[in-house]
């Protein structure tokens, strides 16, 4: 088997470069595009004062304190003005959020799924943008675990796709599960994409000058699966739950759970 997934990753080794250069074009342009409101306009005019006499009142302090120190007076901040400024009903509370919006999640969400794939190592460039996902659906990101016959499954390292009632989990035959399991789904995916690539790559021999015509079809068939599953991803409605490393907190590593869309603030 490891024989296998060696020459495999060598077969497929020229769809590397067109996919770094799909998906970063495509990232930045989203990163891009996200947009926050730096200085409200209301609040200037309220307050009859410029931009620059706003940054130097209300931000500059802040930007002097490192990620862990200005958590730390953000959250006395909402401690300090619960009472004073605060409705009866309602007082202020501070979390952080991942920066992304669904396209960004989309993205990441398709290395998790070409890392399972397992074609060809993740590009160094696009490998930073990579969340290792733990415990979620690979396939529609829910977290933790799935119902199944009203019980709860929880996902594990092996167990990360959802099945329906009348799947039968331990089988690998996929006319053992419901059309609505996302084993399946994703299963099939996988399996119409190698098929496909199959078919493309059986007259290319590894030589670059091979056929350029194989291998721009080859390239072509790959980055219109990219272009389907990021469309597909974009229906995902959680964020990647990982383990992260952050300097400077008591644990060099912090669990980030997963986020509903309903929690985001986008």
């Given amino acids: 088997m490891a024989k296998e997934n060696k020459q495999k990753k060598e077969k497929y080794q020229i769809l590397k470069k067109p996919f770094e250069n799909w998906f970063l074009e495509r990232y930045t342009k989203f990163l891009n595009e996200l947009r926050y409101e730096n200085y409200p306009v209301d609040l200037l005019t309220a307050l009859n004062i410029s931009q620059k006499k706003f940054d130097e009142i209300y931000i500059k302090p802040f930007r002097e304190l490192n990620e862990r120190h200005l958590e730390l007076v953000l959250k006395s901040l909402c401690a300090n003005l619960k009472e004073e400024i605060s409705s009866p009903d309602y007082f202020?509370?501070?979390?952080?959020?991942?920066?992304?919006?669904?396209?960004?999640?989309?993205?990441?969400?398709?290395?998790?799924?070409?890392?399972?794939?397992?074609?060809?190592?993740?590009?160094?460039?696009?490998?930073?943008?990579?969340?290792?996902?733990?415990?979620?659906?690979?396939?529609?990101?829910?977290?933790?675990?799935?119902?199944?016959?009203?019980?709860?499954?929880?996902?594990?390292?092996?167990?990360?796709?959802?099945?329906?009632?009348?799947?039968?989990?331990?089988?690998?035959?996929?006319?053992?599960?419901?059309?609505?399991?996302?084993?399946?789904?994703?299963?099939?995916?996988?399996?119409?994409?190698?098929?496909?690539?199959?078919?493309?790559?059986?007259?290319?021999?590894?030589?670059?000058?091979?056929?350029?015509?194989?291998?721009?079809?080859?390239?072509?068939?790959?980055?219109?699966?990219?272009?389907n599953q990021y469309k597909e991803n974009l229906k995902i409605e959680y964020t990647i739950q990982y383990w992260a490393e952050m300097p400077g907190y008591p644990e060099t590593r912090q669990f980030i759970k997963a986020l509903h869309y309903s929690e985001l603030l986008c």
Wanted: with cysteine; net charge positive.
């Fill in 92 to 227: 202020y509370m501070l979390y952080k959020q991942p920066r992304t919006g669904r396209q960004l999640n989309a993205l990441q969400w398709l290395l998790v799924q070409i890392k399972d794939l397992d074609l060809f190592e993740l590009p160094n460039n696009v490998l930073k943008y990579y969340k290792e996902s733990h415990n979620q659906c690979l396939y529609c990101g829910k977290p933790d675990y799935y119902i199944k016959k009203n019980q709860r499954i929880l996902f594990n390292n092996k167990n990360h796709f959802c099945h329906k009632d009348k799947c039968i989990i331990s089988e690998a035959d996929l006319s053992s599960h419901d059309n609505e399991c996302h084993y399946k789904k994703w299963r099939q995916t996988k399996k119409n994409l190698n098929q496909n690539l199959s078919r493309n790559a059986k007259y290319y021999n590894g030589e670059m000058a091979h056929d350029i015509n194989v291998d721009n079809k080859l390239i072509r068939v790959f980055l219109d699966f990219c272009e």
